[in-house]
């Protein structure tokens, strides 16, 4: 093959990598029992990839290629491994655990793979920070250095939360299954948890790049609809319009300049307009089904605000009264600010205000951003010039990230004009 | 992404071995550096002599100093520079290292820095 053939055969390789290695490397733990040895796996099978396609040219089926290869590679690194522990510990038995033999069914369907690392990652019995890395290292692809960027810490605290995870697995008697029914409900409700924590990382204005906050986005949108096909559940389907109905009004939440545009102020034309439909749909649904929890109720909050042309005609009655339904399920004092913010655009800002107050004196949510923001805000509308800048103040106080510096900077200046 | 990996152990105490531990030592070492070797993740690997000499300036002049910049009982032996996708595969590969599974006694330990890549600010 000439050199302009083999630079294609490069560029596909590339490609299928970014499409299919997660899934690739889901199937490897799977067969080959580790994460270390999949992923060695994995890398041997790409290496073999990019010096046997240009020959052959690319398989039918090059997933399936990948993982044969990636196999094969795995377990004679395994067979190698076993020998150096002999070798190494100048014993006659090696105390190596034996893996499962191949089985038949080796090219199961690769989806369910996923699942099971998706599961594998979300296990309620590691700490919720090393169940968001691993997962976006193992199930997203995302690196150890893009994580750390993301949660503004230091790569090597996020490399040892998930080498520490990972031994965790590892000691475990089953560790790569998909949970039994009886073990579902908890494992799907640590999964959701993680994907949610995911999604709204990317959608905080907290997190690092641009770049990396819409991929946190969107791997948790794909993870949420791989929950979504495999599992079907009402509360799964309500997490999944969540995350559709806000990832909807991307594009309107940030001026051109980078600053933050609040909701009542967001350029409404500019919301995706078929992720809101698919958003509602599913609520809908999950609404229907009777058996919903608190993701289907803040989606059914988040598609009254997608469904309303504009501010004013928001349908803050329904609102309040689905914060009511979700402060009787899954009360907490962040839902409890939401309702009262709710219940000023409901009623007004001098009825909305005492609730706020009443949440920030009890001693709850004093170190809360949006507490203070929304105090500072509702005050600004009554005219309380004073108590508002306050408010803002101790906002900015809190505040870590330059665009919502800037947007309670603004709001202080003003208010001191 | 290139890291730097430099392998640390204790000058004084490797000094200590007989020659038959020292021979045993490098033949299990070998068992270990052929599983790093087959990585292909190696970009270079170097043993580093003992001697150690220091250039700093003073008074805005290079001074020459004998011996290291800082006083350890600690000393890099080797160095390795590795091809890894992430920080996590880095450890992965540095872990398959003699210094990251033996040599306890002998201070053995493996510092990894990432190796500054423009691109990735």
Known sequence: MDDDGKDRVRAQVDNVYRVE?????????????????????????????????????????PRAWLVVAGRFRGIDALRRRRRLEVAVAGMGESNAPSWPPPKASDFQDVADDSLRLLFTCCRPDLPPDAQIALTLREVCGLTTEEIARAY???????????????QRIREDCIPYEVPSLA??????????????????????ASSGTDRLRESLCDEAI??????????PDPETDGLLALLLLQDARRAARTSTSGDIVLLAQQD??????????????????????????PYTLQAAIAALHAESPDEASTDWRQIVALYDLLNRIEPSPVARLAR???????????????????????????????????????????????????SFRRALSLAHQEPERRFLARRIAELED | ????????GNQEKSSKLSKAEFAALVEQCKVHDEELRRTGAVVSVESLEWDVT????RGGKPTVIDGPFVETRDVVGSFLVIEARDLNDAIRIASLHPAANMGEDLGWGIEIRPIADGCHQ
Not at chain 1, 33 to 60: K, N, T, V
Not at chain 1, 152 to 166: C, D, G, H, M, S
Not at chain 1, 183 to 204: C, D, K, Q, T
Request: some cysteine.
């Open chain 1, 340 to 390: 009262a913010i709710a219940v000023a655009g409901r009623d007004g800002p001098a009825t909305g205000l005492p609730l706020v107050e009443a949440i920030l004196s009890s001693g709850e949510l004093g170190d809360y951003l949006p507490a203070h923001s929304a105090r500072g805000e509702l005050c600004r509308r009554l005219g309380r010039r004073d108590e508002a800048l306050v």
């Open chain 1, 183 to 204: 073990e579902l409900p908890p494992r799907r409700a640590a999964a959701l948890r993680v994907i949610y924590l995911v999604f709204n990382e990317g959608y905080s």
């Open chain 1, 152 to 166: 503004l810490t230091r790569a090597p605290t996020i490399a040892q939360r998930i080498v520490r995870a990972k």
């Open chain 1, 21 to 61: 290695s997660r899934r690739v490397l889901a199937t490897l733990i799977r067969l080959l029992g580790g994460f270390d040895l999949a992923e060695e796996a994995l890398h041997e099978a790409f290496a073999a990839a990019l010096e046997q396609w240009p020959r052959e040219g690319i398989p039918d089926n």
């Open chain 1, 222 to 231: 794909r993870l949420a609809r791989l929950m979504a096909d495999l599992l």
């Open chain 2, 1 to 8: 992404m290139k890291y730097l990996c430099l392998l640390y």
């Open chain 1, 268 to 293: 409404r034309s500019l919301w995706d307009k078929q992720l809101i439909a698919e958003g509602v749909a599913l609520v809908e649904r999950s609404l229907k089904s009777g058996r919903y929890g």
């Open chain 2, 54 to 57: 220091t250039v700093r300036a």
